[in-house]
């Protein structure tokens, strides 16, 4: 009887803490998610340069240093990578995937991880970069939201 009285009182303690707590609110989901990168091919595997983010639904609007590590699959039609997004505010990470095309590559992109103003920043959506020579000149488009 103690038993059942003790376990009763500890459910009804649960059912008062989890009805007391708040859940986390994400933001409503922003369409407007646009990453540029303007970079230089370093070696086989590696570029970096500059990049701009914004998203002027969540308020954010950046530039800074970006770098991608990349592999193009040995088809020659593949390639994925992380490019990383590195500003004063912080740091955005996001993988990309895509298909290698004559004039440069389409695909997708996940953002995959974050620090400071973008720790709890998530988004995907659609790349393309065109590439001359050694230089990528990359778009990212999709929606977010930071929650």
């Known amino acids: 009887m103690k038993t059942k009285l003790l376990f009763v009182a500890l459910l009804v303690s649960l059912s008062v803490l989890f009805a007391l707590t708040a859940p986390v609110q994400a933001t409503k989901p922003s369409d407007d998610l646009s990453i540029t990168a303007q970079l230089t091919i370093q070696s086989e595997t590696f570029a970096e340069g500059i990049f701009t983010i914004s998203s002027p639904e969540l308020g954010i609007c950046d530039s800074g240093y970006a770098s991608e590590t990349f592999l193009i699959n040995w088809d020659g ?3 994925h990578g992380v490019k990383t997004l590195e500003r004063a505010h912080g740091t955005v990470v996001l993988k990309f995937r895509g ?3 004559p004039t440069g ?12 103003d973008y720790l709890k920043l998530h988004g995907v959506g659609k790349t ?9 000149n990359a778009v990212y ?3 977010a939201h930071i929650n």
């Open 77 to 79: 039609y593949t390639i």
């Open 105 to 116: 590559v389409v695909g997708s992109f996940t953002i995959i991880s974050g620090t400071g």
């Open 99 to 101: 298909q290698m095309l």
């Open 141 to 143: 488009e999709g929606s």
């Open 128 to 136: 393309n970069a065109v590439i001359i020579g050694n230089t990528i």
